[in-house]
C-alpha cells in the first residue's frame, strides 16, 4: 500500500480493501448545510472518494480528497493531482468524514470537468457491488464502465451560441431578422442561427459590438433530447405472446421467457424495447456472441431507425467505442445492442435489459472483473428500477433453481410461432458407420444433404472443431504430437495459401508440420479426427454444384462478415452453412429444414460438471434452427447415442433434463445448489503455492466446521504451468478475508473449471 504521505496530501480512501461503504448522496444534513452555506454564499467542504485509471496498486480503491467550494457529487468527472501529476477521476462517493487523515490535509479537488455525472448513481452502485462480489477492486470494477482515457474527450463539447439581450434603436432588415429570431428563442446554437437567418458573419459581429446580442455556450446535457423515432410499427403478438409479454411487464422480479425455439421471443422482446422506447427509456440488449450482433441489428432496423441503435461490443475500435459511449451517454441512443459489455453502456435512463440465450457461457467474463452478466444485470436492474428479461429456450441451471426458489419469476412459450412443429431427430451411432474416407459424414447425412439440394432447401452443419485435423498420430510409436507449451494435441490447420501447419488451440503457439515423429524418428504421421477445413474439402468434392458458406473463427474476424453470409443465406444464395459455435445460436434463417450437429461427442467427455448441460443446450439450439418456416429435421452424429443428454434433446424434453439436472446436482453438491469459487495460480511457483492456499482452505474448513470441499489440481489446458484450487458448499465468502490472495486469481461462480 502507498502510504498517505507518499502520495503527499491526498489520501488512500480508507475503505476497506474490498467491501467499501460508499454513499451517492450527501446525507440530509450536509446537504441542508450546504443550502444554508451556499445562501451565505460559502459552500460547506466535503470529503469525497476518487477514483482514478492509474495502475498504481496502492489506489486502486480510490483516494480521499476534499470538494473545498466546489458543489461535486459522485459520478462526477475531476480534475485532481496525485503525487504532483494532474489526473482525471471518477468520483465515487461523497460523506462528511473528517478532512484530514493520518494526521494530513486532504487536498482539494481541483476542477469539475464534467457537471453531468459520467456514472450514473445505479452504475456507481453496481460498480461497487461487483468489487464488493466478485473480490476485487473498485477500479477493476470500474474499468468495463468507462472506455480507455482520456475521459475527458467523452464529455462533450460545449455548443456555442448566441443570448438576446436588447433590441438596438435602428436596425437593418438582416438585423432585424436575427433580433427577431434570437428574442423568440431567448438562445440559439451559432449553427442553428446561420441556418434560421441566413445572414453574414459581419451581421453578427456588429449586433455583438451594439450590445444587442451575447456569445453564450450552453452544455449539450441541458439540450432537449429529440424523442424517440420508430422507423416501424413493433409485430402483433400471438396470444400467447400477448399473454407472456403482459405478464412481464406486470412483474418487478426479473422475468425469465422460457420459449422454445422459434417462439418469439425476439418478437415479445420487440414489443417491450418499443413500449421503453416510448416512456423515453433506454434498453440493452445482450447477445452472447460478437457474430450475433449483426443478425440482431438487422431484426431491430425494422423497429428503430438504425441512428437510434447503437452497438457495443470489444472488437470496436476505440475511435468508435467512444463515439457509440456517446451516442448512448446523450440519449441519442434509444437501444444498445452487444455482447457482454455492453451491459455497461452509459444508459442514464435505463428502462430494461433483455438478455438473450441466457444460458449462454460467453456471459462470463474470464478476465477480472470476472463478473456474469447474469447477475450483474439483475443488480444494474434493482439499483437503476429498470426491468430484466432473460430469454431462452434452454434455461441454465442457475436461473432454473432461482425461478423455484421464487427469486426469478418464469412465463413460457411453448409453442412455435403458427404452430410450426418442431423439427424431427434422427441420431446416427457413429460407432456402427463406415466411413470410407469421408469422416465424419455418414451416409444417412450425405443422402440428407443431397436431398436438401435437390429440394432447394438449405442446411447448416455444426462441427465444433477448427482446422484440418484434430491431431497429428504416429501410427509407429502411437504418440501425438503435443504442443509444448499446453501439452495438449496440435490441431492441423491449413493457411490460406494452402501450406499445412500446427496449431495449439489453448496458446496459439504454431508450429511446422514435422515429416517424421519426433518421438521416435518414424516416418508415419497420420492426421486424425476432422475439423471444418476438411468437412470444406468433402462437402465440395461429395456437392460440387453446391454453394458453401463457412463460419469459424479462422474466416470470421468481424461481425460485419457474418451479415454478409447471413444475408446470403436469407437471399437464398448459399445451400449450406457450416462452422463452429456462430451457427447454433440465435439464427433465424427460414429456408434451413437440415441441422447437423457433426459429432455430438465433443465435449461429453470433458472432467467438467457442466459438460452434459453444455451439450444438452447446444444439441436444443441447433434443434432451433432447422424448420422455422416449414417441417425441418435434424441430424445428431454421435458415439453415445445413448447419453442422458441426447435423448432428452432429440426427444425435445428440456424441462425433464433441467429437473434430472438439478436433483443430480443436488445430490452431489454442485452449483447451483452450492457455491464455487475457483483460485488460479499461474506464477513461478504455482504448484507450490496453490497447495500451500489449499491447505490453508483446509485448515480453515476444518476450524470453523464449513460445510464445504476444496481441492487442488493443475487445469487441463495449463501445460502444468497453472494450477488452481477449487472449493465448493455453502457460505463460502467468509473465507476469503483470512486468505493470502496475493498470488491468487479470485473466480467466483466460474463457469472453466477443468
Ligand atoms: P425465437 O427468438 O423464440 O427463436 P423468433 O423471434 O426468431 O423466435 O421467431 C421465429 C420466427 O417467427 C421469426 O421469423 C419471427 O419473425 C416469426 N414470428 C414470431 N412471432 C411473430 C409475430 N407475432 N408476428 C410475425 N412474425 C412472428
Redesign the pocket.
Known sequence: MVGAAGLELATLCSQSRYSSQLSYAPNADILAKNTRSAREGYTLSMRCTVLVNSRSPGIHNGLSYETGDLTVEPGMLVRISVRKKEMEGIVLSTDNGPLDEEGFTLKPIDEIISKEPVLSTAQLKTLQWMADYYYCSLRSAMTPFLPSPPWRTLIPKNIPGYRFIKEPEKLTPKQQVVIDTLRREGWMSVSDVKKETDVSAAIIKRLKELGSIEEESHSPDAVEIKPYVFAGTP????PL?QSAYEEMKKEKRPSLLF?I???????VYSQMISDAAKAGKQSILLVPEILLTEHIIHRFETLFNRDRIAVLHSRLTPASRRSEWMRIRSGEAALVIGSRSALFAPCHKLGLIIMDEEHEWTYKNEQTPRYHARETAEKLCEFAGAKLVM?T?TPSLEAWSRVKSGRYHMTE?PER?KNQSLPTVKVVDLATVNFGSLYPFSPTLLAAIGDRLKKGEQTVLFLNRRGMASAILCLKCRKRLVSPESQLPFTLHRSSYGQPFLLDHFSGVTANLPADCPHCGAHDLLPVGAGTQKVEDILAAQFPQARILRADSDVLQYPEQMRTLLKKMRDREADILFGTQSVVK?L?L?GVTLAVVMIADIGLSLPHFRAGERVFQLLTQLT?RSG?AQQGEVIVQTFRPEAVEVVAASQHRTRDYLETELTLREQLHYPPSTEMIRFILREERAEQNAKKLHAAILRFIHEEDMKAQASVAPTLFGGGKVWHVLLRGKDLRTILPSLDLSDAVVDIDPIDCI
Open positions: 409485430p402483433t403478438l400471438t405472446q420459449g425455439t422459434g417462439s418469439g421471443k425476439t418478437e430469454g429456450a412459450l410461432y440465435g433465424d427460414p432451433g422455422r
